[in-house]
């Protein structure tokens, strides 16, 4: 069975696509937790991710990851620790590891 964001999942309140699911979290669950850039970025990395064919669980590790890399990136950059140079081409590297 290939798995899209229209596949549909019991979940804890009944049937539920992970499109559904994903927008609920957009919306309520993690909005006052979480930077809305950083789930904006993590919810398009695991959508990107499902689309090309990964798993729900293997999507939402990578879109981790990503978020994780990225925000050591650019905090060591912000720490004076790596230079700009050495800043995008880390950022480059994510993207064409994780969104390419």
Same mark, same amino acid.
């Given at each position: 069975m290939k ?5 549909r999942?019991?979940?804890?309140l009944g049937q &539920?696509?992970l499109? !559904? =699911?994903?927008?609920?979290?957009? !919306?309520h669950d +993690? ?6 850039e950083? +789930? ?8 990107d ?11 939402? &590790?990578?879109?981790?990851?990503? &978020?994780a !890399?990225?925000?050591?990136?650019? !905090? ?5 620790? &790596?230079?700009?140079g050495? +800043?995008?081409?880390r950022? =480059?590297?994510?993207?064409?590891r994780?969104? =390419?």
């Amino acid at each position: 069975m290939k798995i899209t964001l229209d596949t549909r999942f019991n979940g804890s309140l009944g049937q &539920i696509t992970l499109r !559904e =699911a994903v927008q609920q979290l957009k !919306e309520h669950d +993690l909005t006052c937790t979480v930077a809305a850039e950083a +789930l904006e970025r993590k919810v398009t990395v695991f959508t990107d991710c499902v689309e090309r064919g990964f798993t729900p669980l293997r999507s939402e &590790i990578m879109a981790a990851c990503y &978020i994780a !890399e990225r925000d050591a990136t650019t !905090e060591a950059f912000d720490r004076g620790l &790596i230079t700009k140079g050495e +800043l995008e081409t880390r950022q =480059a590297a994510l993207v064409k590891r994780f969104l =390419a």
